[in-house]
């Protein structure tokens, strides 16, 4: 950004009101406070009283971008225009007549703090004297908005406003041992300013100090006990050049902003700190008196070197759609201050900007110049050529959109909470203290103690969001969510895992004279998930049993298997966990994890076509132990791998302590045997059924079924 200046114009001085005599004083325009005043007899009639006071002018009030400090100035501003213009400028006299004793013999300068000092200079002039400052000196400050304060003051005033350079005078003679030294607060933190203030300073602040107190905090505001006065007869006047940040730090802490500071914490121009030391010494002399000491105390240890930028003939041109010639961007530049060099290569130019320009640090930053020098109503308007190609979607991007439309189909409602969470929600769920999932992300500057930790799992949140709708009657929910859990590793950033969480909970069907108004179980649950992997083109999922699952009832909870890859977990909310979060009714959850499905969700399904051989069903009622599950049965007949077998359902479960035996059940199932070649016959399917039951016999101790 190569700054912005915002211009107004206007008349701040001298508005005269009709049929309305006013003395002087009235109108603040002299210092004779005896009544009216006289003109000069050669002015004619009519002739505007503002021109006859001399003081008819046009102010203009200049808003300035923080990139651009070296406008804060007459000379800056005067420079910017003389540059786009393509006239003259003239910098103000500085020439000095120094007639004292030599400098090094009257004062030293220490500086303990050349980080944050960079440049500190010092002139000292003897015997002058302290009185009210002329009319030309005042109209201008006040013109500014700045008070007149005595003839020493307003000219280091003047010289900031002339040159965008603060100055600071100090009365020499209250000066303990006649010296400067520049360190940092320490321990000296209580500091009584100009304006009559205490201010309670932060060690590291950057304070002016002679040989036994501080006298100035640096670059902001001088102190009460060495301020020029009536009777001051010599001056130490200080320009100095303070590192921005340092001075920002400390006008933040302690609150004081002044026009000093405004421009130190943008950064001023170290090369222009001797010339407006020198201006302020010739104006001093000249408006007080007295005698300037031969030679400068410049304390400058580490000059500061402007970049060497490397700017490309052709990477302007190309930037800006332009075709200008080397020539004309060095004319740009050294307008505005530059030196330009040309390169060993003919397109190369190599510029080295001012110290006044701190902003221009990149070939970027010169072509922003050339632009604004060139002027931007010159630029041709060009549209882009180049065809804007949408990206294909990624593959996790696909994934999350499928089973969002899935779970919506299935009658579930998305749910959208917050990535952050309290701890005690986690703890509500019963994790253990040594589980990755409690040991969360903590926010530094949380909103809430509800919000103080990443989430590790969804779980709270639809708890939360269940809880919510059960207060406002909404009582029977299917609802769902994807989003992050934030899993903390020992790199910086977290894992983050994308889940989807369902729930349901409330009754299977509204009130109907239809059917009853049964509660949802875990099979309504499961059911949904079997639906979304059919939907989804998923593998056949597999349930087990696991008692790491905390949060869930121990009778009702199951790791979901892919394979026999873990992928997520089912099941009922336990009873201490609906306590903890104030539910009134069961809840059911599944929650899977996208990272692990997503090998099985990429598998492209395949077509089968009808086979046109007609398939055979044969029924079988087994009884077995009561503790023996579904998928262990379903596991035993999968490992016979009988080709003709399609499709295995149970469909009855019987239990009769006379009929089946105490302990026992009765599980009836069904079988569906067809043949991609043939037609199959009762011996080839009596064979498959004997083999069955033979193996059932022999891995769960079951018993055909009378």
């Not at 790199?491 to 949802?520: C, Q, Y």
């Not at 121990?554 to 394979?563: G, H, P």
């Not at 089912?570 to 104030?582: H, T």
């Not at 059911?588 to 076509?609: G, N, R, V, W, Y």
């Amino acid at each position: 950004m190569p700054g912005n200046m915002t211009i107004s114009k206007s008349k701040l001085r001298g508005e005269v009101s009709n049929g309305m005599l006013c003395s002087a004083k009235e109108l603040n325009i002299s210092d004779d406070k005896s009544g009216i005043m006289e003109l000069d007899t050669s002015y004619e009639t009519g002739t505007s009283i503002l021109k006859a006071m001399d003081i008819y002018e046009v102010i203009f009030e200049l808003s300035v971008t923080p990139n651009r400090p070296d406008w804060l100035s007459v000379t800056g501003v005067s420079r910017e225009i003389s540059a786009l213009l393509n006239i003259p400028f003239k910098m103000p006299e500085t020439a000095v007549n120094e007639t004292g004793e030599d400098i090094t013999k009257l004062t030293q300068i220490t500086n303990e703090a050349p980080e944050l000092c960079q440049r500190y200079t010092a002139r000292i002039i003897e015997g002058i004297t302290v009185k009210s400052s002329p009319k030309w000196l005042k109209n201008r400050l006040e013109s500014v908005g700045i008070r007149s304060v005595n003839n020493v003051v307003d000219i280091t005033n003047f010289v900031l406003m002339e040159f965008g350079q603060p100055l600071h005078a100090f009365d020499f003679d209250l000066l303990e041992e006649q010296r400067i030294i520049i360190k940092k607060a320490g321990k000296e933190l209580l500091f009584n300013a100009l304006d009559g203030t205490q201010y309670k300073l932060d060690p590291s602040s950057l304070m002016i100090c002679d040989g036994k107190k501080s006298v100035a905090l640096a670059g902001i505001m001088g102190g009460e006990n060495s301020e020029i006065h009536a009777g001051t007869t010599r001056v130490l006047l200080e320009s100095a050049y303070f590192n921005p940040p340092g001075i920002r730090k400390t006008s933040k802490q302690t609150g004081i902003r002044t026009e000093s500071s405004y421009r130190f914490e943008r950064g001023t121009d170290p090369d222009s700190v001797i010339l407006a030391l020198d201006r302020a010494a010739c104006l001093i002399s000249e408006l007080a008196g007295g005698r300037i000491a031969k030679g400068i105390i410049d304390s400058y240890p580490n000059p500061i070197q402007p970049p060497v930028i490397s700017l490309s003939t052709l990477s302007v041109n190309k930037m800006l759609g332009l075709k200008l010639s080397s020539k004309e961007i060095v004319i740009y530049l050294q307008a505005l201050g530059m030196r330009v060099d040309t390169g060993d290569k003919q397109d190369i130019l190599l510029v080295i900007p001012p110290n006044f320009r701190q902003d221009i640090k990149r070939p970027v930053d010169l072509i922003e110049e050339v632009a604004r020098m060139h002027n931007y109503n010159k630029i041709p308007i060009t549209f882009p050529t180049t065809r804007v190609m949408a990206s294909p979607q990624h593959q996790h991007q696909k994934l999350r959109e499928r089973l969002h439309q899935s779970m919506v189909s299935l009658g579930f409602m998305e749910i959208i909470n917050y990535s952050f969470i309290s701890r005690d929600s986690l703890i509500n769920l019963g994790i253990s203290p040594d589980s990755e999932f409690i040991k969360a992300v903590e926010i530094k500057n949380p909103l809430s103690e509800d919000q103080s930790i990443m989430r590790t799992t969804l779980v709270p949140g639809i708890l939360n969001t269940m809880l919510r709708n059960l207060n406002h009657k909404n009582l029977d929910l299917s609802l769902f969510e994807i989003g992050k859990v934030f899993i903390p590793t020992s790199n910086e950033l977290p894992d983050e895992r994308e889940m989807l969480i369902a729930l349901i909970t409330g009754k299977r069907r509204n009130l109907s004279w239809m059917g009853k108004n049964d509660p949802v179980d875990f099979f309504d649950i499961k059911g949904a998930l079997e639906t979304l992997f059919e939907q989804m083109s998923l593998p056949a999922l597999e349930l087990k049993e696991d008692d790491s699952i905390t949060c869930l009832s121990d009778s009702q909870k199951a790791v979901i298997l892919i394979n026999g890859n873990a992928v997520g977990e089912i099941g009922m909310i336990s009873k201490k966990v609906k306590a903890a979060f104030d539910l009134k009714q069961d809840a059911f959850i599944f929650q899977l994890d996208l990272s692990k499905l997503m090998p099985f969700a990429l598998l492209i399904p395949t077509f089968e076509h009808i086979l046109k051989f007609p398939a055979i069903e044969r029924d079988i009622a087994i009884v077995v132990d009561e503790h023996v599950k579904w998928s262990e049965i379903l596991a035993a007949i999968k490992k016979i791998k009988i080709f003709i077998l399609k499709k295995v359902e149970l469909f009855d479960i019987f239990r009769d302590a006379e009929k089946v035996g105490q302990g026992k059940k009765s599980m009836a199932i069904n079988f569906l045997f067809r043949s991609e070649t043939k037609t199959l016959n009762d011996n080839e399917v009596n064979k498959s059924i004997n083999k069955i039951i033979k193996t059932l016999s022999k891995v769960i101790n079951a018993t055909l079924r009378a």
